[in-house]
């Protein structure tokens, strides 16, 4: 339990740091978008401070998962790193399609805005330092976490939006092709449009309560058929909690009559199963015996 602890504050402290350093990133990239007049800029800005709210929500989502249960919160606050994974997807997409809507304008109106090349070159610069020292300090926490992957999402993909800031910049200075900038500030957010969408399926899908992709219920089924004593199982109800944790409801008929203590052995044995061949190892079972119940896998209940 400890060591759980001890991780968790581990990305805490990373979501802060990361927070400081995207914090002086948009401040730095936003005075010089205005002092440049490069749009592009303006985008990888914006993008950058899309990430601090992101990691704002992020860390304050981390500190809500560690919350104890109580009789009003069951589960506590363990769902709220994926609401800000979602939250943080949803933005990026808002954000990347205003961009677009911005770069399109520019470009329609043939705007031969001169651009100071050489400066949006350093601050794009300064920004892959910044944000790459971010990437590091989040990635080793992304692996198995939608809100840390979210919040990493947000760090990679605006580094590479600064490495084609960074080119645009050079390709201004040394031969002047200004709209470059207008079409550099499309591609970086149709890059975050495709960045983030994934994950805005994948975390509205654990809102929602989906059976998870990874889980093939109609084999699950049939190994449960497979233990003695139990006919089938049906009435299935199969969630993700978050990251790491799965959940499953379902009816257990009997092939005879048994006692509590009987019928308790026989949902052991599934609960094992389930847990070894299935990854679930939060298992709830009615045990029934001659039950004129819909015996369906999935029953729709709004019937």
Sequence with gaps: ????????????????????LNMAITIVQVAGAFFTKSLSLLTDALHNFSDVMALVISYIANKLSKRDYSAQK?????????????????????????????AIERFLAGSTTAIDGQMVAWLAGFSIVANGLSVLLVKRHAADNMNMRSAYLH?????????????????????QIHWIDSLLSVFIALYLIVASWKLLIKTLGVLMQFTPPSI???????????????????????????DT?????????????????????????????????FGIHHCTFQAEYRVGDDKSLVVNESR
Aim: proline share 0%; charged share 20%.
């Design 1 to 20: 339990m400890e060591q759980h602890h001890h991780h968790h504050d581990l990305k805490g402290r990373s979501l802060l740091l990361t927070i400081g």
């Design 74 to 102: 069951s589960y506590g606050y363990k769902r709220a790193e994926i609401l800000a994974a979602f939250l943080n997807a949803a933005t990026l997409l808002v954000i990347s399609g205003i961009l677009i809507y911005e």
């Design 155 to 175: 760090l990679f993909s605006d580094m590479l939006s600064s490495v084609a800031v960074l080119a645009g910049g050079l390709l201004m200075h040394f031969y």
């Design 245 to 277: 944790e799965l959940h499953l409801e379902a009816h257990l008929d009997l092939t005879e009559n048994r006692s509590v203590m009987s019928a308790n052995e026989l949902m052991k044995k599934a609960n094992a199963l389930i847990a070894e061949q």
């Design 216 to 242: 093939d219920i109609e084999k699950l089924s049939q190994e449960i058929a497979k233990i003695e004593g139990i006919e089938n199982i049906h009435h299935v109800h199969i969630w993700q909690l978050n």
